[in-house]
T-cell receptor, first 114, second 113 residues
Framework: DTEVTQTPKHLVMGMTNKKSLKCEQH?????MYWYKQKAKKPPELMFV???????INESVPSRFSPECPNSSLLNLHLHALQPEDSALYLC?????????????FGPGTRLTVT | AQTVTQSQPEMSVQEAETVTLSCTYD???????LFWYKQPPSRQMILVIR??????QNATENRFSVNFQKAAKSFSLKISDSQLGDTAMYFC??????????FGAGTILRVKS
């Protein structure tokens, strides 16, 4: 059973739509992450939140807007996406950041931009 | 910058046999951690095993074990008694304190019956 949950599992959106991805963890972790993963490729880090504050933004386009309402929740707001943004979006959490702790991944949201 | 190299894009193994996945990395640091993650088809990524660089003893988790050669910067994963459920993409990953998790390109492992 996963302890990092993500909703929705699948999302299809047009380039003018606004949608949000949600992630939740109940492990008491204080660091949360968003990754983008293309098929048969490794995950690419997008954002890192530590104690609800944005710590790393890997030069992600502004059409992706992260939000961390509390230490258990992480959202990714999407607006005016491009077809090349279609990918699997993974959320992860770890005990803390910075530090060297295992990251626990959610099942991902498969996003298709039409 | 740290890099992780997995030189085997795809591998296959017969059920019940042993297979070894290769991973090399590059760093100038002395303290770091190494991980193997497994991502089955259409399923979530899970941590298989971790190794702290300061530990000389190789990590083991049931049928999974690593061969950690710090001087050679090598971190291979051995899967014993392979099972059909081991079919997955395997990622080797590296992390130093304060830095992000760096993944290799991945190795697709297929276990055949």
């Amino acid at each position: 059973d996963t302890e990092v949950t993500q909703t929705p599992k699948h999302l299809v959106m047009g380039m003018t739509n606004k949608k949000s991805l949600k992630c939740e963890q109940h492990m008491g972790h204080r660091a949360m992450y968003w990754y983008k993963q293309k098929a048969k490729k490794p995950p690419e880090l997008m954002f890192v939140y530590s104690y609800e504050k944005l710590s790393i933004n890997e030069s992600v386009p502004s059409r992706f807007s992260p939000e961390c309402p509390n230490s258990s929740l992480l959202n990714l707001h999407l607006h005016a996406l491009q077809p090349e943004d279609s990918a699997l979006y993974l959320c992860a959490s770890s005990q803390e950041w910075p530090g060297v702790y295992e990251q626990y991944f959610g099942p991902g949201t498969r996003l298709t931009v039409t | 910058a740290q890099t992780v190299t997995q030189s085997q894009p795809e591998m296959s193994v017969q059920e019940a046999e042993t297979v070894t996945l290769s991973c090399t990395y590059d760093t100038s640091e002395n303290n770091y951690y190494l991980f193997w993650y497994k991502q089955p088809p259409s399923r979530q990524m899970i941590l298989v095993i971790r190794q702290e660089a300061y530990k000389q003893q190789n990590a083991t988790e049931n049928r999974f074990s690593v061969n950690f050669q710090k001087a050679a910067k090598s971190f291979s994963l051995k899967i014993s008694d392979s099972q059909l459920g081991d079919t997955a993409m395997y990622f080797c990953a590296f992390m130093e304190y304060g830095n992000k998790l760096v993944f290799g390109a991945g190795t697709i492992l297929r276990v055949k019956s």
